[in-house]
């Protein structure tokens, strides 16, 4: 069995806004200047789905976007201050691993698929090296295409995989190819989750 894990507001509690509000500081530019110049489908989105393919050429599209010249480990620091930890889903996934094979997959370009043994350090004890981002497999979710190269990439079959995200769009495209899908929500608590997954396992042993 594959578990699937999304990273924020999953694993993490990320602060998307306190994060805009530490580029604010450093750019000059205000939340919906950000927006215009970088995060939309032709910036973030796109890279999200691997374009650019390296973390190199991300940063150096995001500084001609913003006018701006942070380097790697600042924007790693800005990233990382608005994660904090969810533990007790660190937790949740340890068990999964005694179940099958655990993965995360994250909406996000290539400088933080490279880095997610440094920003999401408290990963690195259960995962390992199974931590990516969607850039990685060419694709972003919602995108049905990004399941099917994460399936291709584990020899899973859909039946025996088990995704968990925060966003419905995002788990509906993992169902549309017969993966087993929990939206995990505002109210929902680590018990819920692991009730979930080992419910799933049970029915498939």
């Not at 350090?121 to 060419?138: I, N, Q, R, S």
Request: charged share 25%; no cysteine.
């Amino acid at each position: 069995m594959l578990f699937i894990f999304d990273m924020d507001n999953v694993l993490y509690e990320y602060n998307w806004r306190a994060r805009m509000h530490g580029l604010t500081d450093l750019t000059g530019w205000d939340f919906h200047e950000l927006r215009r110049r970088w995060w939309h489908d032709e910036g973030e989105w796109q890279a999200e789905a691997g374009n650019p393919p390296t973390g190199e050429e991300y940063l150096a599209r995001v500084n001609d976007a913003l006018e701006s010249s942070i380097d790697v480990a600042t924007w790693l620091d800005n990233r990382r201050a608005a994660m904090t930890v969810w533990s007790e889903m660190v937790e949740v996934a340890k068990k999964a691993s005694s179940l099958g094979t655990i993965t995360v997959l994250t909406n996000n370009g290539a400088l933080i698929g490279e880095q997610l043994p440094t920003v999401s350090h408290e990963l690195v004890p259960v995962f390992g090296e199974h931590l990516f981002a969607t850039a990685h497999y060419g694709a972003r979710k919602p995108d049905p295409t990004v399941f099917s190269r994460v399936l291709e990439t584990y020899n899973a079959s859909p039946e025996e995989t088990f995704f968990i995200d925060d966003m419905p769009d995002n788990i509906r495209g993992a169902e549309s190819l017969g993966i087993t899908g929990m939206w995990f929500g505002p109210n929902h608590t680590a018990d819920d989750a692991w009730q979930a997954m080992s419910t799933f396992a049970a029915k498939k042993s």
